[in-house]
């Protein structure tokens, strides 16, 4: 379903009204390759998958992703520093970043939204996050007071319109942050799901959909034993996103569940998990 795009020409041709290609994208001598999650010549979703550089960079491997439509754009969780130069340098061959409508942050941790104070001076979006954060992002800037362009996402989620699509943030509270949102475009069927069903893999394995399900357990199990709050919450999330249209589920960390069968698989795997709270005991509160 997904697949690497190789070129500018390739997606361009296809995709009418994009911008020209920034021919060949590098960053530190590698390649910046964009999955293409979904295109229908109008509407496009694409993912980075490499622009961590684990080793080099001692960080996580984390995803960015670049919503299309028409002339429209939206970034979903752009990352922090590391990340900005290459998504800057990527994105431009699908979509003017100058012309950027949005930020969409799942929550506000590092790798989702640190890299805040460059898209603020290079691009004239907005940034959407639950209002929980919303007055906790200017930590992320100079100081210069960006509040008109800051738009908290009340409890319930909202319908945000780009281009001629609507993207829905839903609600993901504690997945793990306490204000906490997923982002469902409706048009490509993908629920873009931040840390839920994060796998700590390298990109090399990341940009590759989930094959094996019961393989890929052990890169995701100790996550979200940790990072995920408890087990009626993951329970209350999967009955909202069983009665979504889900074709792919798309974490913020590692490789993508790709297909209904994919989606059902993590699904029924999460709704059983104990997590969070439901494991912790009196003795992970000892002092050292
Ligand atoms: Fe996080
Ligand atoms: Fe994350």
């Known amino acids: 379903m997904a697949r690497l795009v ?6 361009c041709g296809r995709v009418p009204g994009l911008f ?7 960053l530190r001598g590698i390649r910046i390759m964009a999955v293409e999650l979904y295109n229908d010549g109008r509407h496009v979703c694409l993912a980075f998958y490499d622009l961590v550089d684990e080793e080099a960079d001692h960080a996580v491997q984390c995803n960015q992703f670049l919503i299309v439509d028409g002339d429209h754009g939206a970034l979903i969780d752009p990352g922090g ?15 003017p970043s100058r012309n950027l409508d949005y930020i969409l942050a799942s929550h506000a941790d590092p790798d989702i939204i640190a890299s805040l104070n460059k898209w603020m001076v290079t691009t004239r979006c907005r940034v959407l996050i639950s209002k929980l954060w919303a007055r906790f992002l200017p930590h992320f800037t100079t100081g210069r007071d960006y509040s008109d362009r800051i738009i908290g996402i009340p409890d319930e ?3 945000v319109p780009l281009g001629e699509s609507k ?7 504690f997945m793990h942050s306490e204000g906490n949102f997923q982002f469902y475009d409706p048009v490509a069927k993908i629920l873009f799901t931040g840390d839920m069903g994060a796998s700590l893999i390298d990109h090399d394995v990341a940009l590759k959909p989930v094959t094996n399900f019961d393989e890929h357990i052990p890169f995701m ?6 990072y ?15 009665q ?22 993590f699904l029924d795997w999460i709704e059983n998990l104990q997590c969070g709270v439901d494991i912790m005991t009196q003795d992970n509160y000892r002092a050292p």
């Open 6 to 11: 190789g070129t500018a020409a390739d997606v």
């Open 20 to 26: 020209p290609a920034l021919a060949g994208s590098f």
């Open 81 to 95: 520093n590391m990340t900005y130069n290459g998504l800057l340098m990527g994105m431009q061959r699908y979509f």
């Open 157 to 159: 989620g909202m319908v």
């Open 167 to 173: 993207i829905k943030a839903v609600p993901a509270h």
């Open 221 to 226: 199990i100790g996550f979200h034993r940790r």
């Open 228 to 242: 995920m709050i408890s087990n009626k919450i993951c329970r209350f999330w999967v009955n909202m996103v069983r």
């Open 244 to 265: 979504l249209d889900v074709e792919m589920i798309v974490p913020q960390h590692g490789a993508r569940f790709e297909g209904k069968v994919m989606v059902n698989r």
